[in-house]
């Protein structure tokens, strides 16, 4: 080559020897043909894999990829006809045998198709497009076979008339079921869901009404319930075992709907055997698998909880407005606090300790009992035995139980204060009559209520407590120092009350006999010889005494009775017979406690010491009054007419309620002034809401007072109307 | 003849390549020759005929199978 040839030379493409045969792509077409009717025909073992793979190379590799593909598409579809002609031709139940056994044979020559065209699969396709040969084979079998009408409707039919006949008892072949519903979904999602699902729902949906309609004529709640859940079950078994997973919510949501939401009212409300006959007769299995079923529909549990909301309250008020139950307090709490087991059984039990039912327990207990004005003291009362009596012999723990279920009615109160009064009369006559059975539980009580509702509550209750114990200290001190004074003269023991711990009661006038006064001056000199500047005054109306008695015929016995009745016993050491006006005129006891004193001496039968003439049962002031000489009682210890506590009277219960009223005033008033100072400025709507926000711990403000409280505090110059809107109140620092 | 899993590849002029099963399964068109559900005279027989593949071709189509099997491990 010489040097001055600078032409460009060309290397020419190693071009390969082309066959350009136009018969070419003819006959190899027809190679690939035949083999794919042979693999239809299942007699594909004769063939080489190998060449019909170099066969479809060469057609794609020589730009013949087209043909071969539809000709690969007019070959199956031909193949896919034949078989669907087959498919309809079987009678009866080969139907589905017939269609199950084609499919699989189609997948299998399918697969094989697919291996021998690999390599248009993974060349041609992709550029020019087309359905690979896989998702070609289904979708040709989807149009051709099951979408051929009568084949289409024949399947459905026969489907849902499996399920049909499955439901109503019989026994069907779940394997092929199954293999049919995978056929219909593998050939697609959308294909599953419109050609089978949609309608099996559909007719479920109607075989269920049917049936639930059936159902809730013949049987109760309680049957109706076990066969919803048995048809929920059987549903689900259904799903898992030939239908695809995603139609269980569906179905489930089908079941629900028409046989517990269509007719949640009407099983609820069913006479002899709905929610309300269930709670009273406490069928907690019953309960329980209500609330599961209901659970799943919506509103279900609003239903139940309504019901059993109103249903509670309703027995509540009954149970408030009848009068027998009110005779006796300590049994009306005690029912109480039965219901109030009873359905929180129920709902751990049943409802599975939700927490929107214990709410609505709740709410319902609140209301009720509220409902009753009387319920804080019953409830005090109730506390009251117990802490006399009741819990006599009870180990710790129950006592703590008891307690605790004292403290949650006591936190359903809406009036607290007025349970604090009276918590601390019944407290201060037990003490004071030495009657409580522990003193562990009353401390345990206190504490309690110092959790729940502050210390403020509590501090008086304590001092009490505090009270009885120095007095112990000073007694002791007291005999220690005089001991020898005393001799054989009236054994003294004096409890000093702080008074604002307290319940005030009005000092009553009481001659005190002469051999007690001079006891008593020797102990006020001890008192007041320690502590200074203190003044004390004699509590005749709340004290005790034990007398030693000798009667007629020599018989002694030990009467424990009031101070006052000690003042009248001890009169009679000197005169034989009496009358009512002399022993009030020498006692100065007034008349309605001497009266009162007089009657448990006298009128009472076991227990009268003292004869009356006449023999009437009531006190008249000209009755004569004679030592019972032929007194006799079985014991040597007798007790007389103890001060218990007891139900107050209408009238006592008015002036309490009135003490409270009092009480609250100030208390009102207090809240006004905090809220105010830190507001400075406040309109009339927002200082009734802070006010009650404020107090309701405690116990419920009234708006009308709340208003004649602010007007007083505008009086004495706290508050001030604003002068431009009358609403508006201002603080005055 | 080894008796473990082996197939024999047929090249064009009749040379016949003896491997492992494994290595021949590393091409995909043969796997797929070999475990087509069809009854194919390739998977009866285990031998496969590559008409238009040379002798020396399908000896280093074999030297591959077996470096890519190495490491691919």
Redesign the interface.
């Known amino acids: 080559m010489s040097a001055q040839k600078k032409k460009a030379f060309q290397i020419e493409e190693f071009k390969h020897r082309v066959v350009v045969d136009p018969k070419y792509a003819e006959k190899t077409w027809k190679i690939l043909e035949h083999a794919i009717h042979e693999?239809y025909n299942?007699n594909?073992?004769?063939?080489?894999?190998?060449?019909l793979?170099?066969n479809a190379y060469n057609m794609v590799l020589h730009k013949f990829g087209e043909k071969l593909y539809s000709g690969l598409v007019t070959t199956m579809t031909s193949h896919l006809k034949e078989i669907s002609n087959s498919i309809e031709a079987a009678q009866g139940g080969l139907f589905l045998d017939e269609l199950n056994r084609k499919w699989a044979e189609h997948n299998?020559?399918l697969?094989?198709i697919r291996?021998i065209l690999?390599?248009m699969d993974r060349t041609f396709i992709p550029n020019t497009h087309k359905t690979p040969v896989h998702e070609l084979g289904l979708n040709l079998w989807r149009d051709v076979v099951i979408h051929f009408h009568a084949i289409q409707s024949r399947l459905q039919a026969i489907l849902l008339e499996n399920v049909r006949r499955e439901r109503s008892g019989e026994v069907i072949d779940r394997g092929l079921m199954r293999s049919i519903t995978k056929m219909l979904m593998d050939l697609g999602p959308s294909v599953y869901q419109d050609d089978f699902e949609k309608h099996f729902l559909e007719v479920s949906a109607d075989f269920y009404r049917l049936e639930s309609q059936e159902f809730i004529e013949s049987c109760d709640c309680g049957e109706y319930l076990k066969k919803a859940e048995r048809r929920l079950n059987e549903e689900i078994e259904r799903v898992s075992h030939y239908l695809d997973t995603r139609s269980e919510v569906k179905i489930t949501n089908v079941v629900e709907t028409e046989m517990i939401e269509s007719h949640m009212h009407r099983l609820v409300q069913m006479e002899n055997s709905g929610l309300i006959n269930m709670i009273v007769d406490e069928k907690f299995e019953d309960l329980g698998r209500m609330y599961c079923l209901f659970r799943q529909v919506s509103n279900g549990l609003v239903l139940i909880r309504d019901v059993m909301t109103s249903f509670i309250r309703d027995t509540g008020k009954q149970l408030l407005t009848d009068p027998e139950r009110l005779k006796d307090p300590v049994d009306f709490v005690q029912h109480l606090l039965d219901l109030k087991d009873k359905y929180d059984k129920i709902i751990t039990s049943a409802f599975r300790n939700d927490k929107t039912f214990q709410n609505a327990l709740n709410s319902s207990f609140e209301y009720f009992i509220n409902l009753n004005s009387r319920s804080p003291e019953f409830i005090s009362l109730f506390v009251d035995d117990k802490l006399r009596k009741g819990l006599r012999g009870v180990t710790e723990e129950d006592v703590e139980l008891v307690l605790d279920k004292v403290m949650m009615l006591f936190r359903y109160l809406q009036e607290k204060d007025v349970f604090e009064k009276y918590y601390k009369q019944h407290l201060a006559k037990r003490l004071l009559s030495g009657k409580s059975v522990s003193d562990d539980a009353e401390r345990s009580l206190i504490v309690k209520l110092k959790t729940e509702c502050g210390y403020q509550f509590t501090s008086k209750l304590e001092g009490m407590f505090t009270d009885m114990k120095t007095s112990q200290d000073t007694m002791q001190g007291f005999h220690a120092s005089h001991g020898s004074d005393i001799g054989d003269g009236p054994m003294l023991s004096v409890q000093v009350l702080t008074t604002g711990s307290w319940p005030t009661q009005p000092i009553t006038t009481c001659n005190l006999p002469a051999e007690i006064l001079g006891i008593c001056e020797k102990f006020r000199n001890y008192y007041l010889g320690t502590h200074t500047g203190r003044r004390l005054s004699w509590q005749t109306n709340m004290g005790t005494a034990d007398l030693k008695a000798t009667f007629g015929k020599g018989q002694k016995h030990e009467l424990n009775v009031s101070t006052y009745q000690m003042c009248v016993l001890m009169l009679f050491n000197d005169a034989d017979r009496l009358s009512y006006k002399e022993i009030e005129q020498v006692t100065e006891i007034p008349t309605s406690d001497l009266k009162r004193c007089l009657q448990s001496l006298a009128c009472v039968k076991g227990k009268n010491v003292l004869r009356k003439e006449p023999m009437s049962k009531d006190i008249a002031d000209t009755d004569t009054f004679l030592f019972n000489d032929k007194y006799t009682s079985k014991f040597f210890k007798v007790k007389i007419g103890t001060v218990a506590a007891q139900r107050e009277s209408e009238p006592e219960n008015q002036e309490t309620r009135q003490r409270v009223e009092e009480d609250r005033k100030p208390q009102i008033e207090a809240a006004i002034v905090r809220i105010m100072k830190a507001r400075r400025v406040l309109d009339h709507n927002n200082i009734v809401a802070e006010v009650t926000k404020q107090l309701q711990s405690r116990f419920l403000p009234n708006p009308v007072v709340i208003k004649k409280r602010i007007e007083s505090l505008i009086e004495r110059e706290f508050l001030e109307r604003d002068k431009g809107d009358r609403k508006l109140y201002r603080y005055l620092a | 003849m080894k008796r473990k899993d082996t197939v024999k590849l047929i090249s064009a002029d009749e040379m016949e390549f003896v491997i492992d099963k494994d290595a021949a399964m590393v091409s995909q068109t043969i796997r797929n020759m070999l475990t087509s559900p069809g009854g194919f005279a390739e998977t009866e027989l285990g031998e496969v005929t590559f008409p238009e593949i040379s002798a020396v071709i399908l000896e280093k189509i074999c030297q591959y199978f077996y470096w890519a099997l190495q490491y691919s491990r």
Do not use: N, V, W
């Open positions: 693999i299942h594909a073992s004769g063939l080489s894999f190998e060449e793979y170099r299998k020559a697969q094989m291996d690999m390599y």
